[in-house]
């Protein structure tokens, strides 16, 4: 069934999409093309010491200079080849003998015209290639670093006058050349800096290490403003009176100036205002604007609910999606394509990494870290050392960073700007103060309680998983129960998102070929890497607790608790995140219980340690003739 995540085959290590050969590698006999000329010059990689003190964009960057070279000595011989096709066609008469050479030179020039097709296929669409773009601007130009975000972001569509209002130290045009990143990146940053949504699939898009899909945009926008410090935009703008005057200007300057308007230097504890004002009081209108919210999620945020011309209501979030390989990601499709709103999961991934990575440079000590370090720590092991602070953990972090109440004001404000910068909105032209707070306030609302309070799920693609045997079994939701397991094998938490999908992949073989069952038991698997795993899911009937599957999800927790407890964010994910959306969703009822494996079935799961921890939960309940 399509509900049912597909499987995806890996490929060869080091080759990140399929290559066609003709004969061995690095031979160049009868037959040989110039895919084997590519796969024979190796890219070395450095010594794990250069690694650790220069960073995973500067190995990178290494790797990226072979492949320009590579690329240099394929179009110089390409040309000797064409020369030599030219020679044919004017010198030798048509016969057997020249039609087998015009066959070959018709092969080579399809070589030739398919290569930069190939070039620019040849990165993965994965958070390491963003980072290498940002390595490569770093050492080319240095002078460019503190206009790198707002370089790419620029070189993909002209800004719109929200934009440039906020993005504050954007490039000029004269700075908007990507010669210096060779035409493989040049190829790779014009496909990444614009986020889309369409046909089914969603652009601008990568594969960051901890699992998660990203959208580069508006992690770029967050960059850039937190570069140049937050700001508090006034609201009225005192450009209003004169509105038509600055787009005439921005028009003649080719958007390459900002309007001229009030800002000030402000900390995040500032912005956090006062709830009493919280929309819809119509007489408490937002007074000022937070640049690096407004070009991360409040824009977006309001945009996305407000209601659709055609169909006057909003869609609201979007949905997540699957790639169509996780070796060397190239597509990303969605997991429901039916009018899918803009504000999907990538994309609110990204627009949290923005305003936190941006609020974190506008507060952090001086000099900068370069942005292709910062990213690497970002989406590894932590900014600083510091492990809560990874793309990991960025729901939990975004909740500290700005409320609900506050957000709703930011998004309200930024509503009335885009209806001043743009009047013929076809969205907001007729909507009045009273509207456009109650679409901030419901933006807000779904925004912290369906994505920020809620734990991320990681879909069952994006751990590979083999397809489903049988017929999957519907559940009558909503359910009374959630009952609590740990693995036991493997035996220790998983820390890392390959580590946790590999130990899924392990327990599906294990429960499909060794007990028979139709798919993994559980509904779903908790990590030590921050993230919930998805199973057989909110819909569909387990094989977890024996005689109860039909009542009640399953959710384990990598590892073996009999003497030891989870991690406190495991333990928190089972105990609330989890159950506190599943009711929110309807799948759980409000007077659910939670019990552990042991009280329905004769074993020793959950462990003896988590056991005891769950028994003092406030929805525990003791069974009767405990088995």
């Not at 990146?185 to 614009?194: K, P």
């Not at 919280?278 to 977006?300: F, G, H, I, K, Y």
């Not at 942005?371 to 729901?395: C, I």
């Not at 910068?421 to 076809?426: A, C, D, K, N």
Request: charged share 15%; hydrophobic share 35%; with cysteine.
């Amino acid at each position: 069934m399509k509900a049912w995540g597909v499987k995806v085959e890996a490929q060869e290590p080091g080759h990140p999409s399929p290559l066609p050969r003709s004969t061995k590698r690095g031979s160049l006999t009868p037959g040989w093309s110039i895919w084997d000329l590519w796969i024979s010059v190796p890219c070395h990689p450095q010594s794990e010491e250069v690694e650790r003190t220069q960073g995973r964009g500067s190995q990178l960057q290494s790797c990226s200079s072979s492949l320009e070279r590579i690329e240099s000595l394929i179009t110089s011989f390409n040309f000797l080849l064409l020369f030599s096709c030219g020679r044919i066609f004017s010198e030798e008469p048509l016969g057997s003998g020249s039609a087998m050479s015009l066959w070959r030179c018709v092969f080579i020039m399809l070589d030739v015209l398919l290569w930069p097709e190939f070039r620019a296929a040849s990165l993965p669409l994965n958070m390491d290639s963003v980072i290498q773009i940002l390595a490569q601007i770093e050492q080319e130009a240095p002078v460019l670093h503190p206009t790198a975000p707002g370089l790419l972001l620029m070189s993909g569509s002209p800004m719109d006058f929200f934009q440039h209002l906020f993005l504050s130290g954007s490039p000029s045009p004269t700075e908007l050349k990507f010669d210096l990143l060779g035409p493989e990146l040049r190829e790779l940053a014009s496909s990444l800096i614009q986020h889309r949504v369409g046909s089914g699939q969603e652009h601008g898009v990568v594969l960051a290490p901890d699992g998660s899909t990203v959208a580069v945009e508006p992690l770029l926008a967050g960059l850039q403003v937190g570069l140049h410090g937050r700001r508090s935009t006034a609201i009225p703008l005192e450009f209003k009176a004169s509105l038509s005057e600055v787009r005439a200007a921005h028009k003649e300057d080719g958007l390459t100036s900002a309007p001229q308007v009030s800002t000030t230097p402000q900390d995040v504890e500032d912005i956090s205002l006062d709830s009493t004002i919280l929309p819809p009081v119509q007489a408490n209108s937002p007074t000022s604007v937070d640049n690096l919210l407004a070009v991360t999620l409040a824009r977006a945020l309001g945009i996305g609910f407000l209601p659709d011309p055609g169909t006057h209501t909003p869609k609201g979030l979007g949905p997540d999606g699957c790639w169509d390989q996780i070796s060397a990601p190239k597509t990303f499709s969605l997991l429901y394509s039916e009018s899918p709103s803009t504000l999907t999961v990538a994309f609110l991934n990204g627009a949290l990494d923005g305003a936190l990575l941006g609020d974190y440079l506008s507060r952090g000590p001086k000099p900068l870290p370069p942005l292709s370090h910062l990213l690497t720590q970002y989406y590894g092991a932590g900014v600083g050392g510091d492990a809560q602070f990874r793309s990991n953990f960025r729901r939990d972090n975004g909740a500290k960073l700005i409320s609900q109440e506050a957000l709703a004001q930011q998004v309200w404000g930024s509503l009335l700007l885009i209806q001043e910068l743009e009047p013929s909105h076809p969205q907001l032209a007729n909507l009045s103060q009273g509207q456009l707070a109650e679409v901030a306030t419901q933006a807000a609302k779904e925004f912290t309680e369906a994505f920020l309070e809620c734990p991320a799920i990681l879909p069952r693609c994006r751990w590979e998983a083999a397809p489903y045997r049988g017929n999957p079994r519907m559940l009558n939701l909503p359910l009374g129960f959630l009952y609590v397991h740990h693995t036991y094998e493997p035996h220790q938490p998983c820390t890392s998102f390959s580590q946790c999908a590999a130990d899924m992949r392990s327990m599906q073989r294990f429960h499909q070929d060794t007990r028979g069952w139709d798919d993994i038991g559980y509904s779903f698997v908790v990590g030590t890497d921050g993230y919930v795993y998805e199973g057989r899911g909110w819909h569909w009937v387990g094989a977890h607790t024996r005689g109860h599957n039909f009542l009640g999800f399953g959710v384990s927790i990598i590892g073996n608790y009999t003497a030891t407890l989870p991690a406190a964010h495991a333990l928190r994910t089972v105990r609330e995140t989890l159950p506190r959306c599943a009711l929110r969703a309807g799948h759980l009822r409000p007077d659910y219980t939670t019990l552990g494996h042991r009280q329905l079935v004769h074993t020793d799961c959950p462990g003896d340690a988590l056991y005891r921890h769950i028994s003092t939960w406030p929805r525990f309940r003791e069974v009767k003739n405990n088995v």
